[in-house]
């Protein structure tokens, strides 16, 4: 064991001295190939590159002199300046960037055509006594200074490009993808290493650069990462058993190290560490900003929705649960944070996925709806506003199109829609606005039942809603049809009006109050 460890670190040792060992060959290769060209079509080339070299033997050993200082420059302001501005950059975003400049196979190439155009220009112009027969070897080492000159500028527009975040998080994501092909039993660790470092890296840059306010960087790490998912997804009933283990890797991760040993089981047993891993990127950033960079917080939501559908689609339900788990965590943060709007966004995006899945998986639609009834009424506990209503016009939402799809447990789904509300006395204001707010969305589901001559259906939410003082109905009533415009007066992310409802339904409506009056009469 330890000799293969030895083995191992000579290995890497190696790869300290390949570049060395590269350049060293192909410029011996090269100054091969010159004197070849020389002693066997000296005199042909002689005739021709006349025309672009001077014969003086003396001008021309003094611009080999010359031209012997030219591409030293040139590499010294490339590495001058590429020492700069990856630093910066590196600075900005993460570290990891400079690993990932110095492993570029078009960035090696460049300086390594640098070195060798110096080290034959050098050759060149200290080994030739006299141009006779060398002719070939003056040309090229003329030819390959002045391409070093012309390359410089077309470089440095390749560094700048190379280090833009789109393009470096593009190729991380890209690299992460192709690797999920090359996972088998036996480099499944080496791969492991491999994505925690992509993940990291994604999410040091996602971190530094929302801690920068650079919105449109962080933005592109969330979408790389749910990407990353999502391609992960038709990959994982084709990787070994091994990969989905809790590895000494996981238990020293970051990202792990605060989860109990239960918990721990339970990612293995639902084979979602590298879920859970993103999931936590997500959390942190979503803690960090949801107050203030909102548009960030609703970037997380969106790709965690774009997530869910994939799941969904795929029929992947274990990983649809921990979607859930995912914003059920971030309803809490925003709760525990009194910041209603962030609540109110996630809401949208939960109500979202509950409608696809009325279409493809009915049977969970109630877990859902159960979650969005839960931290309603725990807005109400905590004192955050208008939450209550926003998960009523949800649930009113869910309920509209669980009926268009028919689906067999909508009476499920409508007693979960009826046990939200709370009772409340007349004149504690804040709390009887809330039940109004719950109770106005309940009488839109009835009107809406009623206009699909479902009566029965209409006929239940009567039954819950006939202790309301009649005050209170007239209130609900009032409101409901004072207000004639769909879209909210305010920018908001929705951009409805809750107590809106269409033209088509307020017969219906009508009709739905006529039996309170009966009621009270």
Partial sequence: MLRKKNFEIKIKDIKWYLPTVYLLSTFILLIIFEKSIDRLFGEFFRDIISFVISENEEILVNNLANNGEIVPAIIAIALTVIAIVVELVANKYSPKIVDLFIDDRKNNLIIGFFVIASLNQ????????????????????????????????????????????THFILLIKERAIRSFRDINKTNYMEKKNEFHYYIDFLGDIAINSSEQSDRFTTLECINSLTDILINYQSYKKLLPNHWYLISPIEKNDPDFTDLSPFVMQNIEKNKNWLERKVFKLYELLFSNTHTTQKDIASGILSNLQKFAKVCIENKNLVILDTIMTMLNTLLRISLNAHFPRSAFNILEHYRVIGE???????????????????????????????????????????????????????NKLLDIFLSLDEQVEEGREKEEQRLIGVRIAQTKLAAFYLFNNRSDLADRIYKDMKTEPLSRIEKIKLLILATTDHEYYEFTGRGINFYFIEEDYKPYLMEFFTWFEFNYD
């Fill in 122 to 165: 050098l050759y060149v112009s200290n080994s030739i006594s006299t141009i006779h027969n060398n002719y070939f070897s003056i040309f090229v080492s003329i030819l390959m200074v002045m391409l070093a000159v012309i390359l410089i500028i077309p470089y440095f527009g390749y560094v700048f490009t190379f280090l833009h975040p």
């Fill in 356 to 410: 696809y899945l009325i279409v493809h998986y009915p049977q969970k639609i109630e877990e859902l709806a159960k979650y969005i009834k839960y931290y309603a009424q725990e807005s109400n506990k905590l004192g955050v506003y208008f939450i209550m209503e926003t998960a009523a016009h949800d649930l009113y939402m869910l309920n509209k199109v669980a009926y268009e799809y028919n689906i067999p447990n909508i």
